[in-house]
C-alpha cells in the first residue's frame, strides 16, 4: 500500500513539471532546456526560504523563481535573436551557479528537524492538523490539491485572450504577428508560465525529500517529456485541457511504470534516466518511421500502377 501511495504521490507531483514542459513543448511548439536548471531553482530557492521558517512562503518564493528563469529564457529568445535551444543551454548553465549561490554555495542542505533546529514543511504542518489521518494520505491529498487547482488555473487561463494568443503563437506565429499581437511578449509569457510549474514542482519536491541538491534537476527534461508522451498515447493531441490533464496522468503512470521494475528488479535504480530516454526517443521516432513506412507504400503503389499501364500499351 505504501508502495502505492508514494507512487501517486510522486506522479502527481511531477506532473506539475510534466505541465512545464508540455507548455513549452506541444502549446508554444519550443524545445525548451531551461527545465533542469529552473527545477532545481525552484528547489533551492524552497529549501532556503522553508530553513527559514516559511514552507507556504517557499512554494510561492519557488514558483517564482521558476517564473523568472523563463523570462530569461524567453528574453535570450525574443530580444537576443538566440536560438531556442541554446537559449534554454544558457540560462540552464548560469543557473546551475546561481542554485549553488542559493544553497549557501554548498553542493546541498537537509531539511530534517531536530530539536536544535526544528524545520516544518507545507507536510508536516497539514499531518499535525490532521494527525488522526495516516501521513501518507495527507501527503497524496496535498499533492493532489495543488496540482488540481494549478491545472484548473492553466485550463482556465488558456481560454482567454492571451491564453489564445499563446496557442496560436505555437501554431503559426507568422499569422499572429500579422493580426497585431505582441508575439515576442506571448512567448516570454508562454516559457515563464511553464518553467513556473516547473519551479513550483521543485518547491513542493524540496519539502516532500526534506533535501536539496544541486544536480537534482539531472533528466528531469526527459522525465517530463516521457510523461507528456505518455500521457498523449492515451488522447493524442486533441486541446489543451485534455493535453494539461494528461500529462498528470502520463507521469503517474511513468512514475507507476518505474516503481514496478524497481520493485519486480527488473532493473536498478540508476536506469531509471535511460529508461526515460528510450521512451521519449521511440515516442519521437514512431511519426517519422510512419510517414517512411507510408511513403513507401506510396512509391510502391505508383511502381505498380506504372507496371499496369505499360502492360496495357503493349497489349
Known amino acids: 500500500m505504501s508502495i502505492i501511495l508514494g507512487t501517486l504521490q510522486q506522479g502527481i507531483l511531477f506532473g506539475l513539471l510534466a505541465i512545464g514542459i508540455y507548455i513549452a513543448f506541444r502549446i508554444l511548439d519550443i524545445p525548451d532546456l531551461t527545465a533542469e536548471g529552473s527545477f532545481t531553482f525552484g528547489i533551492a530557492v524552497s529549501a532556503v526560504v522553508t530553513i527559514a521558517g516559511h514552507p507556504l512562503l517557499a512554494i510561492l518564493a519557488?514558483?517564482?523563481?521558476?517564473?523568472?528563469?523563463?523570462?530569461?529564457?524567453?528574453?535570450?529568445?525574443?530580444?537576443?535573436?538566440?536560438?531556442?535551444?541554446?537559449?534554454?543551454?544558457?540560462?540552464?548553465?548560469?543557473?546551475?551557479?546561481?542554485?549553488t549561490w542559493v544553497l549557501g554555495e554548498q553542493p546541498s542542505i537537509n531539511l530534517i528537524s531536530s530539536p536544535q533546529n526544528p524545520v516544518n514543511t507545507v507536510f508536516s504542518i497539514f499531518e499535525e492538523m490532521?494527525?488522526?489521518?495516516?501521513?501518507?494520505?495527507?501527503?497524496?491529498?496535498?499533492i493532489f490539491v495543488i496540482t488540481a487547482?494549478?491545472?484548473?488555473?492553466?485550463i482556465l487561463f488558456f481560454k482567454t485572450r492571451t491564453g489564445l494568443s499563446i496557442r496560436?503563437?505555437?501554431?503559426?506565429?507568422?499569422?499572429?504577428?500579422?493580426s497585431s499581437i505582441n508575439v515576442d511578449r506571448v512567448k516570454i509569457?508562454?516559457?515563464?508560465v511553464g518553467n513556473s510549474c516547473i519551479g513550483m514542482c521543485g518547491a513542493i519536491y524540496a519539502q516532500y525529500q526534506r533535501f536539496a541538491d544541486i544536480n537534482s534537476g539531472a533528466g528531469m527534461l526527459v522525465v517530463g517529456l516521457a510523461s507528456v508522451i505518455i500521457g498523449e498515447v492515451f488522447v493524442g493531441k486533441k486541446g489543451v485541457?485534455?493535453?494539461?490533464?494528461?500529462?498528470?496522468?502520463?507521469?503517474?503512470?511513468?512514475?507507476?511504470?518505474?516503481?514496478?521494475?524497481?520493485?519486480y528488479d527488473i532493473f536498478p535504480a540508476y536506469m531509471l534516466k535511460l529508461v526515460a530516454a528510450v521512451i521519449v526517443a521511440a515516442a519521437l521516432t514512431i511519426p517519422a518511421v510512419k510517414n517512411r513506412i507510408k511513403l513507401a507504400k506510396s512509391k510502391k503503389a505508383i511502381k505498380n500502377a506504372g507496371s499496369v499501364k505499360a502492360g496495357e500499351q503493349n497489349a
Open 62 to 99: 519557488g514558483t517564482a523563481a521558476g517564473f523568472a528563469a523563463g523570462i530569461l529564457t524567453g528574453i535570450f529568445q525574443t530580444k537576443c535573436g538566440i536560438h531556442p535551444v541554446l537559449a534554454g543551454i544558457l540560462t540552464m548553465s548560469g543557473l546551475y551557479s546561481i542554485n
Open 130 to 142: 490532521l494527525s488522526g489521518i495516516d501521513k501518507d494520505i495527507v501527503r497524496l491529498g496535498v
Open 149 to 154: 487547482l494549478v491545472s484548473l488555473i492553466l
Open 168 to 178: 496560436a503563437a505555437g501554431d503559426n506565429d507568422t499569422m499572429v504577428r500579422a
Open 189 to 192: 509569457l508562454a516559457l515563464a
Open 241 to 263: 485541457t485534455l493535453g494539461i490533464i494528461f500529462a498528470v496522468v502520463g507521469s503517474v503512470v511513468y512514475r507507476g511504470i518505474i516503481a514496478a521494475a524497481t520493485y
